[in-house]
């Protein structure tokens, strides 16, 4: 019993390690999709305002396979969506907007999402 209990824990400390995960191809292409939308519209350093609003749409307009990438998308779209109708003046858009290119740059490095 105590060995069972040490191999579950084990395998689960593995399920949860820190390392890269193997990436498929269907999420390589969505990833490239992202940053190629990312990539495009205003300068993020010069006009945060239009650039959020022109990722709205595009980043809608993408399809992914993986749940988890499917919710981060959305997350960022509408996360750029409230700093666009606050013109960039709430706190708390622009902390969403921070969380949630945080969370799709993880998800897909090099994706190129502004906080």
């Given at each position: 019993?105590?060995?069972?209990?040490?191999?579950?824990?084990?395998?689960?400390?593995?399920?949860?390690?820190?390392?890269?995960?193997?990436?498929?191809?269907?999420?390589?292409?969505?990833?490239?999709?992202?940053?190629?939308?990312?990539?495009?519209?205003?300068?993020?350093?010069?006009?945060?305002?239009?650039?959020?609003?022109?990722?709205i749409l595009p980043l809608r307009q993408i399809h992914a396979?993986?749940?988890?990438?499917?919710?981060?998308?959305?997350?960022?779209?509408?996360?750029?969506?409230?700093?666009?109708a606050t013109n960039g003046q709430s706190a708390a858009a622009?902390?969403?907007?921070?969380?949630?290119?945080?969370?799709?740059?993880?998800?897909?490095?090099?994706?190129?999402?502004?906080?």
């Amino acid at each position: 019993m105590a060995l069972m209990t040490c191999t579950a824990a084990v395998l689960s400390l593995a399920a949860c390690s820190s390392g890269p995960r193997p990436v498929g191809a269907a999420t390589r292409k969505t990833c490239a999709e992202v940053q190629a939308v990312l990539s495009d519209g205003p300068d993020p350093g010069q006009d945060k305002v239009g650039y959020a609003e022109a990722q709205i749409l595009p980043l809608r307009q993408i399809h992914a396979a993986s749940p988890g990438l499917r919710s981060a998308i959305s997350e960022l779209a509408d996360a750029y969506d409230r700093f666009f109708a606050t013109n960039g003046q709430s706190a708390a858009a622009t902390s969403a907007v921070a969380a949630a290119a945080a969370r799709m740059n993880r998800l897909c490095p090099g994706a190129g999402a502004a906080a």
